[in-house]
């Protein structure tokens, strides 16, 4: 069964600054789907950005970008120019390359924006 | 556009009780999901659904039951509640099975006293 983890339960950074939060999953499939989710503390899910594993770019959203490692199993979340809005739980998640897989997520990574 | 709407927001419950979640979304989608969170768990998922009149077990199913008579509603029941499914409750949806992502609804709070 497909597996994902994040190892990093907290993270801080100060306001302008740049933060990576790091995501590892497992699977044996070769086409497979990523994703980063942000839940602010209003609890709502926002979907930041996507990757596509059969692309090797790597997927870039204003100032959120991916580093995507797919022999090393590596699906990371770069923030640039860190601002106090940023600071919310970050999810990643894993959807299998077929239409009935649903999407898996890691346990969170609690970013934490100093001014 | 409403998206995905869930009700209530926020409940507390009897261990024993019985409760409904409701769970609308108006953007036609066949997919659509539910997932609990707990802290330090991420989210997992509950039971699915991918069309009116289908649904299947996800991975923590017990304790849980629902319904898809229509395409825009899923919801959750919850008989004999217990502590342990003290949580908070997600319902998604998708077009497409999830390989752009689930929309999700803001989320239902739910306490088992």
């Known amino acids: 069964a497909q597996t994902v983890t994040q190892s990093q339960p907290e993270m801080s950074v100060q306001e302008a600054e740049t933060v990576t939060l790091s995501c590892t999953y497992d699977?044996?499939?070769?086409?497979?789907?990523l994703f980063w989710y942000k839940q602010p503390p209003s609890r709502q899910m926002i979907l930041v950005i996507r990757?596509?594993?059969?692309?090797?770019q790597n997927a870039t959203e204003n100032r959120f970008s991916v580093n995507f490692q797919k022999a090393a199993k590596s699906f990371s979340l770069k923030i640039s120019d860190s601002q106090l809005g940023d600071a919310a739980m970050y999810f990643c998640?894993?959807?299998?390359?077929?239409?009935?897989?649903?999407?898996?997520f890691g346990t969170g990574t609690r970013l934490q924006v100093f001014p | 556009n409403a998206g995905v709407t869930q009700t209530p927001k926020f409940r507390i419950l009897k261990i024993g009780q019985s409760m409904t979640l409701q769970c609308t979304q108006d953007?036609?989608?066949?997919?659509m999901y539910w997932y609990r969170q707990d802290p330090g768990m991420g989210l997992k998922l509950i039971y699915y659904s991918v069309g009116a009149g289908i649904t299947d077990k996800g991975e923590v199913p017990n304790g849980y039951n629902v319904s898809r008579s229509t395409t825009e509603d899923f919801p959750l029941r919850l008989e004999l509640a217990a502590p342990s499914q003290t949580s908070v409750y997600f319902c998604?949806?998708?077009?497409?099975?999830?390989?752009?992502?689930?929309?999700f609804g803001s989320g239902t709070r739910l306490t088992v006293v």
């Open positions: 998604a949806s998708s077009p497409t099975g999830g390989n752009y992502g689930y929309t």
């Open positions: 699977t044996s499939e070769s086409d497979y789907y």
């Open positions: 998640a894993y959807r299998g390359g077929d239409n009935t897989d649903k999407l898996i």
């Open positions: 953007m036609n989608h066949n997919y």
């Open positions: 990757q596509e594993a059969y692309k090797q």
